[in-house]
T-cell receptor
Framework: DQQVKQNSPSLSVQEGRISILNCDYT??????FLWYKKYPAEGPTFLIS?????DKNEDGRFTVFLNKSAKHLSLHIVPSQPGDSAVYFC??????????????FGKGTLLTVNP | DSGVTQTPKHLITATGQRVTLRCSPR?????VYWYQQSLDQGLQFLIQ???????AKGNILERFSAQQFPDLHSELNLSSLELGDSALYFC????????????FGPGTRLLVL
């Protein structure tokens, strides 16, 4: 049962344009959401997070939007740069019983930004 | 650099063997988490420790165990290794382990032959 889903395995955009990465979740107990970026042979790097009490959080070129009613979040990168090319993981956490604060990850989206 | 360190970076071993992976959390972080990333399963939570005590368990096999020491470093012990245990093992840390951002180490790549 995949509680966090990233339905697009890959995304390709031109440098300077907007990248939009999407994530859906099924567990209504999730209340904190994070995006991580991962390069090959490295650990996931934290990018940005959002609490369920907000619908938007912005940090420089990165903005995360949360639509709780649709159980959907998205990461916008504007403008996209070639160095943004990586795998992006959506993750969620919340009060889910015995493993309250574990992160549940999506399978990731490979973003390629073309010069 | 997240401040979380993991050793070794790579490990090659044979089926039936036992290995120990080591993690040092960021300075000031009391909680350590272990995750496994395999090709088909993605990143899966294994276990969490907070200040030396086990706090939460995920999909961790009985052949696997972990502990967190007084200096807050953690070790993940994998025994009776099988081919299917080949994966990337990540450690993450956070300040209190209560719903805040987790920062990941570079991982240990385990190959069981």
């Amino acid at each position: 049962d995949q509680q966090v889903k990233q339905n697009s395995p890959s995304l390709s955009v031109q440098e300077g344009r907007i990248s939009i990465l999407n994530c859906d979740y099924t567990n209504s107990m999730f209340d904190y959401f994070l995006w991580y970026k991962k390069y090959p042979a490295e650990g996931p790097t934290f990018l940005i997070s959002i609490s369920s009490i907000k619908d938007k959080n912005e940090d420089g070129r990165f903005t995360v939007f949360l639509n709780k009613s649709a159980k959907h979040l998205s990461l916008h990168i504007v403008p996209s740069q070639p160095g943004d090319s990586a795998v992006y993981f959506c993750a969620a956490m919340g009060n889910s019983g015995g493993s309250n604060y574990k992160l549940t990850f999506g399978k990731g989206t490979l973003l390629t930004v073309n010069p | 650099d997240s401040g979380v360190t993991q050793t070794p970076k790579h490990l090659i071993t044979a089926t039936g063997q036992r290995v120990t992976l080591r993690c040092s959390p960021r300075s000031g972080d009391l909680s350590v988490y272990w995750y496994q990333q395999s090709l088909d399963q993605g990143l899966q939570f294994l276990i969490q420790y907070y200040n030396g005590e086990e706090r939460a368990k995920g999909n961790i096999l009985e052949r696997f165990s972990a502990q967190q020491f007084p200096d807050l470093h953690s070790e993940l012990n994998l025994s009776s290794l099988e081919l299917g245990d080949s994966a990337l093992y990540f450690c993450a840390s956070s300040v209190s382990g209560s719903g805040e951002t987790q920062y990941f180490g570079p991982g240990t790549r385990l190959l069981v032959l």
